[in-house]
């Protein structure tokens, strides 16, 4: 019998509503693995329960039946039994050998994506997640899928191990510098789904989350363009205002109001270079705040180190975001006054910053 024709069968016949079929308190059931990932699981807890009930009820039985009274004189006990013996081991071993073959069954599953799955190219670094997608749309933390369709994640990480984690599609894989992981779902209902770093990774590794976006295929095409070409239609002039889209890439290490987080806050930058000012570096040499300084802090971050802050920025972000975005966070950073008055990110939804929508006239 193959796995792969049994899982989808207990997805049909476990998947009420997307409710999870579990009495465990698990997450909702939203891909083609949860209710198998869910029936293990139930089955090996039930397997637990039944066991530690049989020996907790005999062990207490026993010490009431054999306990020591004073009048009673003291003999050999028995040495062996050997079909007890035989018993106790081979039950135990049939059990944890049909564990371990569905465990590994589904293991071989969960690693091996269908040849016609939808590939997104995921990144972790300090402290989000980066989602590349075919068309070249670039998602920060929001990983947009189609529902109904194998997705396969091809993941890396640029720092350090970080590990993917979406709880209602009962999917986990670690991210591990210099080599590539991967992972695939299916995904069973369109909606909003929690995504976590499931693996201690620093300072923020608590903020490192994220969000799945489950769409019927149309409107999943609709999104991941618009994600791909909206930044194309921004004109020149309001480039700036595109920078708040692209601020939560930073807001983990920089702050708007000057408070201090991991790196230099944006607005001790912006204030520098508006008053034309020098920065001191971690080799104790300085370097005059311009704006091909901020360029090039962006695009090779570990050369520039400023002193006092660590070596912490992903190498690679420079290359992820791209000329146009890269541009609009230099820009955005020089009209910080526009950008975040008072240390305050402006709302802006993308109509209003490539100047369609009817208020921004
Ligand atoms: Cu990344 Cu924890």
Not at 222 to 233: N, P, S, Y
Not at 236 to 246: N, P, Q, S, V
Request: glycine share 8%; charged share 20%; hydrophobic share 40%.
């Amino acid at each position: 019998m193959s796995l792969a024709s049994i899982i989808p069968a207990i997805a049909a016949a476990q998947s009420g509503g997307g409710a999870s079929g579990s009495i465990f308190g698990m997450p909702p059931q939203a891909s083609t693995i949860a209710p198998f990932i869910d029936l293990v699981y139930d089955l090996i807890t039930w397997i637990s329960i039944f066991f530690f009930g049989i020996i907790v009820v005999v062990m207490v039985y026993f010490m009431f039946k054999y306990r020591r009274t004073t009048h009673v004189a003291d003999t050999e006990g028995p040495t062996h039994n050997t079909p007890l013996e035989v018993t106790w081991s081979v039950i135990p071993l049939i059990l944890v050998i049909a564990m371990f073959y569905v465990g590994l069954k589904g293991y071989v599953y969960i690693t091996t994506a269908p040849e016609n799955s939808y590939q997104i190219q995921v990144t972790g670094q300090r402290w989000f997640w980066t989602f590349n997608h075919p068309n070249g749309a670039s998602v920060t933390n929001v990983l947009q899928v189609p529902v109904g369709r194998p997705v396969r994640l091809l993941m890396r990480s640029d720092d350090m191990l970080h590990s993917l984690f979406i709880p209602a599609f009962r999917v986990k894989q670690d991210v591990v510098p210099g080599r590539r992981t991967e992972l695939w779902f299916e995904a069973t209902q369109t909606g909003d789904f929690d995504l976590f770093c499931s693996e201690y990774c620093g300072t923020k590794h608590s903020q490192m989350v994220g969000r799945v976006l489950v769409f019927e295929e149309d409107e999943f095409q609709a999104v991941i363009t618009d994600e791909a070409e909206w930044i194309k239609r921004v004109p020149d002039e309001r480039l700036y205002l595109a920078g708040t889209k692209f601020f939560n890439q930073c807001s983990s290490c920089h702050t708007l109001d000057g408070s201090k987080l991991i790196g230099p806050s944006f607005k001790e930058t912006h204030d520098l270079l508006k008053s034309g000012g020098t920065r001191t570096l971690a080799d104790g040499s300085t370097v005059k705040v311009d704006d091909e300084y901020l360029r090039q802090s962006i695009l090779r971050p570990l050369d520039r180190i400023v002193a006092t802050f660590p070596s912490s920025m992903p190498p690679g972000i420079g290359t992820q975001l791209g000329p146009t975005k890269v541009e609009a966070m230099v820009q955005f950073i020089q009209r910080l006054d526009e950008t975040a008055p008072g240390g305050k990110l402006i709302e802006m939804s993308r109509d209003e910053i490539i100047g369609t929508a009817p208020e921004a006239e």
